[in-house]
């Protein structure tokens, strides 16, 4: 009887994330840190915004960091910085978050959306290339699902043709490409704070890196209200501070963010160890990348009904995203229809994303993979055949 302790709950949970469990690992340090800002009253730009934007800045190699409200406004706000604008075209993926291509929109910009590499969700460089016209100001490569974009050939298109590189490394805090940190591959990075992203805040919260001193300075000036100093405002600003509450609270995590992501890492190989041979599609990484598994995004012809059945065994899973970009509602105005971007559609009703976090235990991704791999032998396996003929390159973890 004492064999089946937990090995397969009866009534599993697994969350989806599991925030609680971050918090109650480092929540003495986390009080500190907050009571801190509170008896100190130094709400707004403080002590703590300016520690953690250098500290932020060290993570990602680079030289600037510059803290702003979201993700969203750190993607506006850096094409801002550049001075993009009505009538200039950026491109992107149409297989993102939505923010992508709003940040585009925010700064009255059109966003040019193309596929995706069949391999890693993150933009097919071929069609970068076909999509670029006089009008093109930048190339907005997002670092999807944790996984770097091409960067190398996507920087030799963009100095080529006199173009900008601005990433969304919203899912990407600590990524790796050829050895260096997203967030110094570009002219500037974006990330989000969003809680649930591989670095959160307890709110909304972004910041904007860049190696550029001068764009780094616009930025301060762009966040608080157009100002240089106090009630001298150079230019019509807005109000898209990081709150000193959140950069506290994001020192504080900063601290873990190597070990919660090598966590990350750790569960993508068990997965991949467990789902082998179970008929779905795994992720890989791709040469010269190191991801750090914001998602854990497997494919397979029955996802609905997997997301179903793993639903009723307790298992929290996502979809991201189940409608891409050019299908929104709110980008009807692109004028594209269904069958425009063949790989994103295909995969937008195949992906499903697993729990993944790094306080994921092996018990819970076993039961996790033994529950997938259940299902899918009793439903067919015909997704791994008709995938790897798309493959571009091999995945390996
Ligand atoms: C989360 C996210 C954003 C937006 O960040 P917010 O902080 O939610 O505004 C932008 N792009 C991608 C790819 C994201 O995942």
């Known amino acids: 009887m004492s064999t089946q302790i937990s090995m397969r709950p009866e009534h599993a949970n697994v969350p989806f994330v599991d925030l609680g469990a971050q918090y109650r690992a480092i929540a003495a340090e986390i009080n500190h840190a ?63 978050f939505i923010a992508s291509a709003l940040g585009i929109s925010h700064v009255g910009a059109n966003p040019v959306l193309v596929d995706v590499d069949p391999c890693t969700y993150t933009v097919d460089v071929e069609a970068v290339e076909r999509a670029i016209t006089r009008r093109t100001k930048a190339i907005l ?24 590189v601005i990433e969304d490394a919203c899912q990407a805090h600590g990524a790796r490409y050829q050895g260096k940190r997203v967030g110094s591959l570009g002219h500037a990075a974006a990330f989000s704070f969003y809680p649930g992203k591989n670095l959160g805040a307890y709110g909304d919260g972004g910041m ?22 106090k009630y001298k405002h150079l230019f019509r600003g807005h109000n898209r501070r990081l709150d000193t509450m959140q950069a506290a609270i994001l020192r504080v995590k900063l601290k873990y963010l190597e070990q919660w992501n090598a966590g990350r890492r750790r569960n993508a190989k068990l997965y991949q160890k467990h789902l082998k041979g179970s008929g779905v599609f795994v992720p ?14 497997i494919r397979t012809e029955q996802r609905d009904a997997l997301k179903e059945h793993l639903d009723s065994k307790g298992i929290n899973v996502g979809i991201h995203y189940p409608v891409p970009i050019h299908l929104q ?25 697993l729990p993944m976090y790094a306080e994921l235990s092996d018990q819970e991704i076993e039961y996790i993979a033994e529950t997938v791999s259940e299902f899918q ?19 390996s973890i």
């Open 34 to 96: 907050i009571s801190k800002v509170i008896q100190e009253t130094d709400f707004i730009l403080g002590r703590e915004v300016r520690l953690f934007e250098e500290e932020f800045a060290a993570f990602c190699e680079a030289r600037y960091a510059v803290g702003v409200d979201s993700g969203t406004s750190a993607l506006e706000l850096a094409l801002r910085a550049f001075d993009i604008g009505p009538g200039d075209e950026v491109i992107t993926a149409a297989n993102s």
């Open 141 to 164: 490569p997002v670092h999807l699902y944790g996984h770097p974009a091409h960067m190398d050939p996507i920087r030799q298109l963009a100095d080529k043709h006199g173009m900008l």
């Open 208 to 229: 904007v890196v860049t190696n550029d001193g001068k764009v780094a300075e616009r930025l301060q000036m762009i966040r608080n209200y157009g100002q240089q100093e």
């Open 284 to 297: 890989g990484e791709a040469g010269g990348a190191e991801a750090v598994w914001h998602l854990y995004v």
């Open 329 to 353: 509602p709110a980008y009807q105005d692109l004028g594209h229809k269904r069958g425009d971007f063949p790989v994103t559609e295909a995969y937008a009703g195949r992906i499903l994303s």
């Open 377 to 395: 032998s009793s439903h067919g396996t015909g997704e791994v055949v008709s995938e790897s003929r798309a493959r571009g390159a091999s995945p």
